[in-house]
Every structure is written in structure tokens, then in C-alpha cells.
């Protein structure tokens, strides 16, 4: 049995079975969208989603008539790298968070090791692209688990000596696994996949977007299927 057998809710961008996204909670669905959009009028009912409120929630994106979609929530558990949550915690509107304290606990041994190192893009200052052959990815891989496991030896070190969590946490590393529940609405969530999911974006935090949205789709398929066509300029 694979890790991603183990549990059909949860994804594992990272393909290390260590990073995750979990779904945990969901509210609301497409015809939620509609009858915040019709309330407007007093026409939201419990019918069931008709081609009318399909057109509907595409005329509401194309037009960015955002509210509507403010009203379902997703709730996924996200085990990722301190680097990949920094950039998830940008995000503020319409986004709920709560995380794991190394005050409190003692920080796992979990530690993400790129399967393979990139170069910096020429051009793009913030972007990375594949290796074409001429970075040494034995050495790069030694020189990233020397320093982590070394990081964390440290940790484990000024605890041992009696120092404090909140303090001795200081000396770990970015690419050291942590774990929150973030909730999202719909609105919210679009808008960071929009920005997250996208060539400029970090590629790890693309791959934890992507597994976002593969277990919200089910739940929207109309408001992701005419999102996807928006996007795609349809
Ligand atoms: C590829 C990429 C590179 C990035 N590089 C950097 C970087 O180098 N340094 C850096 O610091 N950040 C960087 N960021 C983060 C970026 O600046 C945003 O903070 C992040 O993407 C969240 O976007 P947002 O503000 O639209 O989202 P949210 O915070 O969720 O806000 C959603 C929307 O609400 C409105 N809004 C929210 N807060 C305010 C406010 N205070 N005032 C007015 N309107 C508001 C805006 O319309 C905003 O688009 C980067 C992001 C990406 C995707």
C-alpha cells in the first residue's frame, strides 16, 4: 500500500510521504454560490444546480462578482516546509490558520530534501529552472543533509542542556516540516491558486496549490470548471 492509499482525503505534493494536504472539512457547494448571488433578488431555493445557475456562476467570475463565493469554506490539514508556509501565511483575506507551537512540542525530525536540485533562472530573479547537467546534485545533496541534520542535532542539543523550546527552536531549519490547518473560502482560495499554482510561483508551493485544488475540485465542479476556462482565456 502506498502512503497516498492510506488516506483518500490526503495528498502528498512533495512525493516524500511526509508533506501533505489533508482535506478535513468542507461546507457549502456550487448551488451555495447561487443562492448567495440570488438573495439578491429573493430567488435563492433549494432546487437542484440547473444550466441557469451554471451561466450564473460563470457570469459572477467573469465579472468578478467575488461575495458569493465567500460563503463555502475548505478546511485542509497542510504539512509542509517552513519555507512553503511562510509564503502560504501571505495570504490574509479570507484565510484562517491555526499551527503546530514548538513552544509547547518538541519539533519532529521532519525534514524536506528537494529529489532534485534546480539552478538559478537567468533572467527571473525569483524563478528557478531544471539542472542541465552542470550542477553536481551528489554534492548539493550531501551539503543540504549535513547542514539540516546538523541544525537539528543543535536543537536537540540546547534542549538536552535545558534550554528552553521557544528558544532553542531558533536553530532549525527552513526546510524543517510544519503542520497547520488552514481554512479557506472559496473566493480565497481562487485568488491563491491564481498566484500559487503559476509559472512565477515557488515550484513547491505550485505542487502544494495544485494538490489543494485537486481535492477541493470534486466539491465545486462548476465554479472550478468555469474557473479553469476563465483562466485559460475560454
Ligand atoms: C510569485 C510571487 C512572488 C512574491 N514575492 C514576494 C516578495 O519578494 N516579497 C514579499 O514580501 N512578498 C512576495 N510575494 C507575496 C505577495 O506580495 C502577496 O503578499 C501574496 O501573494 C498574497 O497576495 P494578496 O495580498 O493578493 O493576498 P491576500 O492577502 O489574501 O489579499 C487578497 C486581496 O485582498 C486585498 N487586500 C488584502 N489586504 C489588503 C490591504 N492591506 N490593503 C488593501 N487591499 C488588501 C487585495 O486586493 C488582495 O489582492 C510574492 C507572491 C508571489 C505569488
Known amino acids: 500500500m502506498t502512503a497516498a492509499d492510506a488516506h483518500p482525503l490526503t495528498l502528498y505534493p512533495l512525493g516524500d510521504g511526509l508533506g501533505s494536504v489533508s482535506l478535513v472539512q468542507s461546507v457549502g457547494d456550487d448551488k451555495a454560490v447561487v443562492n448567495a448571488a440570488r438573495i439578491s433578488f429573493g430567488g435563492d431555493s ?4 440547473n444550466d441557469r445557475d451554471e451561466k450564473l456562476i460563470r457570469y459572477l467570475l467573469r465579472h ?3 461575495s458569493p463565493f465567500e460563503h463555502n469554506l475548505i478546511t485542509f490539514k497542510i504539512i509542509c516546509p517552513i519555507f512553503v508556509d511562510r509564503q502560504m501565511v501571505r495570504h490574509r483575506a479570507g484565510v484562517s490558520k491555526n499551527e503546530i507551537s514548538g513552544r509547547y512540542v518538541e519539533m519532529q525530525e521532519r525534514n524536506f530534501t528537494p529529489p ?4 538559478q533562472a537567468p533572467s527571473n530573479r ?5 539542472d542541465d547537467g552542470t550542477l553536481d546534485q551528489a554534492a548539493a545533496a550531501r551539503v543540504w543533509e549535513e547542514a539540516w541534520r546538523a541544525a ?3 536543537y536537540q542539543e540546547l534542549l538536552r542542556l535545558g534550554v528552553t523550546r521557544e528558544q532553542a527552536r531558533g536553530v532549525l531549519p527552513l526546510s524543517l516540516y510544519t503542520e497547520s490547518y488552514f481554512t479557506f473560502n472559496v473566493r480565497s482560495l481562487l485568488h491563491f491558486l491564481e498566484l500559487r499554482d503559476h ?3 515557488q515550484y513547491e508551493t505550485r505542487l502544494y496549490a495544485r494538490a489543494m485544488a485537486q481535492l ?7 465554479t472550478f470548471r468555469e474557473w479553469r476556462a476563465l483562466h485559460a482565456g475560454g
Not at 433549494?46 to 444546480?49: E, F, I, K, S, T
Not at 532534485?116 to 539552478?119: E, H, I, M, W
Request: proline fraction near 10%; glycine fraction near 10%; avoid cysteine.
Open 199 to 201: 509559472e512565477g510561483a
Open 46 to 49: 433549494d432546487a437542484p444546480l
Open 152 to 154: 537539528f542535532g543543535a
Open 64 to 66: 468578478q462578482h467575488g
Open 126 to 130: 525569483q524563478a528557478s529552472v531544471e
Open 216 to 222: 477541493t475540485e470534486p466539491l465545486f465542479p462548476v
Open 116 to 119: 532534485a536540485f534546480r539552478k
